[in-house]
């Protein structure tokens, strides 16, 4: 297993997504964020076990492809980002929940 500088983890996992599909997926354990776009499974899964406490079992990660977008006769592009679908082993997800939805 690589090593990893346990100050820079942190900074990998930019934001939970919380979406009408990441919703759905909570309930089988799968919990959804916006990544760096350079890390790695390996990075991704210390950054989530070490600042969860929580146990993963799987990742799935994509990058979506960039999009154009134009004002008036400008064309840009919207950023690109990188998801990742973290699987969070059983008996673990009230841990998890907590801390991405105090209130709730």
């Known amino acids: 297993m690589p090593k990893f500088d346990p ?12 979406t009408e599909k990441a919703t759905i997926l909570m309930e089988q354990n799968q919990y959804t964020f916006e990544v760096v776009p350079k890390a790695t499974k390996p990075d991704i899964k ?17 990058m979506q492809p960039r999009k154009k977008r134009r004002v008036g006769k400008f064309i ?3 950023p690109q980002y990188k998801r990742a679908i973290v699987t969070v ?5 009230q841990k998890i929940r907590q801390i991405l939805f105090p209130e709730v």
């Open 89 to 93: 082993a059983p008996g673990d997800e």
């Open 7 to 18: 100050r820079d983890l942190p900074d990998l996992v930019r934001r939970p997504i919380v």
């Open 46 to 62: 210390a950054a989530i076990e070490d600042l969860f406490q929580v146990k993963v079992v799987k990742i799935n990660t994509a």
């Open 76 to 78: 840009g592009y919207k």
